[in-house]
């Protein structure tokens, strides 16, 4: 096709798309976005509480995670959790430490639903929300165990992971009431 006819197969094109908008603005006010459906709203609405309300049916262990954490998590978080560069250790470190704490899920989060929850909405950062439910849990259980906090074979379901005691549980103080 020549530079020509493409060029005015599309100004009219983008005339036509222009005309469109304009008659809709005109019917529906402004005509900006769309109504918010509800099985778009259930894609944001995925909060896990900490005492584990919110998590989803399913369950996983770590030796399944270890194959999802291998193929999607180790090229930034290294081969055991021990991080690539900037915030991407998730293993071990010591809140306790004299010198300079280091703070991983492991060491400082106090929940361990807040893993799930996390890894659910935000990992990979390059395709976040695109784990099943299944690989959220066996991933989860991955990490707890790389810390030491829960055997490979350590089954994660709502409950199970609503009842582990993270190390660093009681290392926060609730001033939510001080005036
Ligand atoms: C493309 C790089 C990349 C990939 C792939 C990736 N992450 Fe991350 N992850 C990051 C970065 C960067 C951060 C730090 C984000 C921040 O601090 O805001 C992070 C943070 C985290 C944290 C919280 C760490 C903390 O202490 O705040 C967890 C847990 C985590 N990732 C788990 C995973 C899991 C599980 C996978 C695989 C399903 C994964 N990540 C894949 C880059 C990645």
Same mark, same amino acid.
């Given at each position: ?29 402004? &005509?900006? /976005? =769309?109504?918010?459906?509800?099985? +778009? ?6 909060? #896990?509480?900490?005492?584990?309300? @919110?998590?989803?049916? &399913?369950? /996983? =262990?770590?030796?399944?995670?270890? +194959? ?6 180790? #090229?930034?978080?290294?081969?055991? @959790? ?5 915030? =991407? ?91």
């Amino acid at each position: 096709m020549s530079m020509f006819k493409q060029t005015f197969i599309l100004v009219l094109a983008s005339t036509s798309l222009l005309f469109g908008f304009t008659s809709l603005a005109q019917t529906q006010g402004a &005509g900006l /976005g =769309t109504p918010v459906s509800e099985s +778009l709203l259930e894609n944001f609405d995925q909060v #896990v509480e900490p005492d584990g309300s @919110g998590l989803p049916e &399913g369950n /996983g =262990t770590a030796l399944e995670g270890k +194959l999802v954490y291998d193929e999607k998590c180790q #090229v930034c978080h290294g081969a055991e @959790g021990e991080g690539t560069s900037g915030n =991407t250790r998730i293993v071990g470190g010591d809140i306790n430490s004299s010198g300079n704490p280091i703070r991983t899920v492991g060491s400082f989060w106090p929940w361990a639903s807040t893993i799930f929850d996390y890894v659910r909405r935000a990992m990979p950062t390059d395709a976040p929300k695109s784990l099943t439910d299944t690989e959220v849990y066996q991933v989860t259980a991955y990490v707890l165990y790389m810390n030491g906090i829960i055997n490979q074979s350590t089954v994660l379901n709502s409950d199970s992971l609503a009842a582990i005691e993270m190390p660093n549980r009681d290392g926060f103080i609730d001033r939510s009431q001080v005036q």
